[in-house]
């Protein structure tokens, strides 16, 4: 039988302190949750940067791609138009015309496909129910979890280690 | 923990825990509605109804309804988009350019001005759509294959870039403001009771849950939107001045328009927050997070951008007449001193010499004087775009055709409604959607708090 440990803290300097402090004895933790973004908790927990942002500037450079693609082809090769003399048989040279719509189409590619990647990785999606320990930590408590089963020390150690930091509260749970 | 200067202004009065943010602004959700805010929603839903009214009579009628006629043929209705993508500007500016400039200020305000942002756009977004006529038909304006005709849309044309521009600014704004309301809708979640208004917060909220690695990516969607919302609003504006611009009308073929015409969007859209803010604050007793401090902050704004327009007015008349150009001259004379100068003095006076006001801060940073210039600035910027499009056309090569524009009792009823329906859909936001950025507001708590600042003065 698996424990789970909840560890609740009332702010959020206490949470890092204490996190820092399981850290430090070996103690891995699986993941904090909190009421906004608590920064500097990610390296002590071991959360990596995000890579969004590379996802982001290859999803906006399809976009480029896309629309000098579609223009190239609207516009030079299928049917080429004579709109006030611009010039209309090569994409170079028609390009200053291109540019506004070329910069719209990136960015609406950039934004959407780093932003459909950002629900699918975080699974948060329409109908999803909410999965934090407590309804309070979308307020003003912020909540450590550990798990036996990632750590190599017994629930009895894990229980006296998390005790000795400035803890709100401890809920446990067994489970498979 | 991240300290600030004592000297700094507190952007959080009063003595506010985490909690305390938390039920200043879902409590209002929880409660019942209150009178001022049933009367004013009663008033703008009328107002709403007949615009639609006005706007369904136009679509079946034909747009002759309005006053357009053969030398005018563009006036309110381009007026009013443009003045309506103006006021969008400001969100995404309050959102995206101060968050890369990490001014902490913008919490208190981004979450409703993003709102705003959104409405306006659909507002503008009506206009186009409606001047079309057929409006069933709207979906030409895409680079459909073309079993329609030989042509696929044209590319070279300006109005066809607005129509990537403002969908493109309309959608990206949208989901920048999304994203930032989730936590805070998952925060509502966690504290309604009432199983309907738990499941619907439920069902918006996307199953949050406030996870470490979510809240690393949340930032960094935060950061990287900002990052490119920033010149998505530049962009966005210029390309509607370039509605203009690229055209050969004397008065509308100027290179200054682009700037012009952002730096105007930015102190029209500033002056409509400070209309709705000083309302909201007051309706919904936010007055320990938006207080004089950021009254003041937007107002120092409003003066900066507001010279940039007085100079590009003053600009726009030097280079006529130093151009030597006949025709260009004559469209400027006959701006300041011919049947519109009642149009262009008003601009002048509201946008030119009112904001100038702000210099004093007695002025600045007084909320009455805020409000009533506010109002002054939303008319003065209403009055440019129209003197811009009206003054250069009503008057063209050919004197026979010269004539002027009256609006019809349908300019008006359209005008009139898309503010109903604006104020419709903003007081709809104001009623069950966090208006304060809770996630945000609580990072700063303890650096920007004015209980943290004392305590740590005491220090």
């Given amino acids: ?176 | 923990m991240q300290r600030e200067a004592a000297i700094r202004d507190p952007l959080i009065l009063g003595d506010k825990s985490y909690k305390d943010i938390t039920d200043d602004v879902v409590g209002p959700i929880q409660g019942s509605a209150p009178l001022g805010w049933k009367i004013l929603i009663t008033i703008s839903s009328i107002i709403a109804i007949y615009g639609v009214g006005c706007i369904l009579y136009l679509l079946g009628t034909g747009i002759g309804v309005w006053g357009l006629n053969k030398t005018v043929g563009w006036a309110w209705d381009i007026t009013n988009f443009v003045w309506w993508v103006g006021i969008g500007h400001a969100g995404t500016l309050i959102s995206a350019v101060l968050l890369l400039f990490r001014q902490k200020w913008r919490m208190a305000i981004n979450r409703s001005a993003e709102a705003m942002t959104i409405f306006a756009v659909i507002m503008a977004a009506i206009f186009p759509g409606i001047h079309m006529g057929r409006i069933w038909v709207s979906y030409w304006v895409l680079p459909l294959p073309n079993q329609f005709g030989s042509l696929w849309v044209n590319f070279n044309s300006p109005l066809l870039w607005d129509v990537f521009a403002i969908s493109t600014y309309f959608s990206v704004s949208l989901v920048f403001w999304y994203i930032g309301l989730i936590p805070d809708f998952a925060t509502i979640r966690d504290r309604m009771t009432k199983p309907f208004a738990k499941k619907a917060y439920s069902l918006l909220s996307f199953g949050w849950s406030g996870r470490a690695k979510h809240w690393n990516r949340f930032e960094e969607v935060s950061l990287v939107l900002a990052g490119i919302a920033t010149p998505l609003v530049f962009s966005v504006h210029s390309i509607v001045s370039m509605d203009f611009a690229t055209s050969v009308i004397p008065g509308w073929h100027t290179t200054i328009f682009p700037p012009y015409f952002v730096s105007g969007a930015v102190f029209s859209g500033f002056a409509m927050v400070q209309t709705l803010l000083l309302i909201m604050r007051k309706g919904m007793k936010l007055e320990n997070y938006i207080h004089v401090k950021h009254v003041e902050y937007m107002n120092i704004v409003i003066i900066v951008t507001g010279s940039i327009v007085g100079v590009a007015y003053l600009t726009e008349l030097f280079i006529s007449w130093y151009s030597g150009v006949e025709y260009e001259s004559y469209a400027f004379i006959n701006r300041f001193s011919g049947p519109y100068s009642w149009a262009y003095w008003i601009m002048m006076t509201c946008n030119v010499i009112s904001p100038q006001l702000f210099w004093f801060k007695k002025i600045r940073r007084s909320l009455v004087a805020t409000f009533a210039l506010s109002i002054v600035v939303n008319i003065g910027m209403w009055f440019e775009r129209y003197v811009i499009i009206v003054t250069s056309i009503h008057r063209d090569y050919d004197p026979s055709s010269w004539g002027e524009f009256h609006p019809t009792q349908i300019d008006i009823g359209v005008f009139i409604g898309t503010i109903g329906i604006f104020g419709t859909l903003f007081l709809g936001f104001a009623r069950f959607f966090p208006v304060l950025a809770l996630n945000e507001l609580k990072t700063i708590l303890k650096s920007s708090g004015e209980n943290y600042k004392k305590a740590q003065e005491n220090h």
């Fill in chain 1, 1 to 176: 039988m698996n424990k789970v440990f909840h560890v609740m803290y009332d702010d959020d300097d206490t949470l890092k302190d204490a996190a820092s402090a399981l850290v430090a004895k070996g103690i891995r933790i699986k993941d904090v949750f909190s009421p906004f973004p608590v920064h500097g908790i990610d390296p002590i927990i071991g959360v990596k940067r995000t890579r969004l942002g590379i996802a982001a500037f290859m999803y906006a450079m399809t976009g480029t791609s896309l629309a000098l693609l579609g223009m190239w082809y609207f516009m030079i090769s299928d049917w080429p138009m004579n709109i006030g003399g611009k010039p209309s048989f090569s994409l170079i040279e028609n390009l200053p015309a291109f540019i506004p719509v070329t910069f719209e189409f990136s960015v609406l590619c950039g934004a959407h496909g780093m932003c459909i990647t950002y629900f699918l990785r975080n699974g948060t999606l329409p109908g999803m129910p909410a999965s934090n320990p407590d309804p309070r930590t979308t307020d003003d408590k912020f909540v450590i979890e550990i798990t036996t089963d990632q750590n190599a020390l017994g629930a009895a150690e894990l229980e006296a280690a998390i005790k000795e930091t400035e803890l709100f509260e401890l809920s446990t749970k067994d489970y498979k």
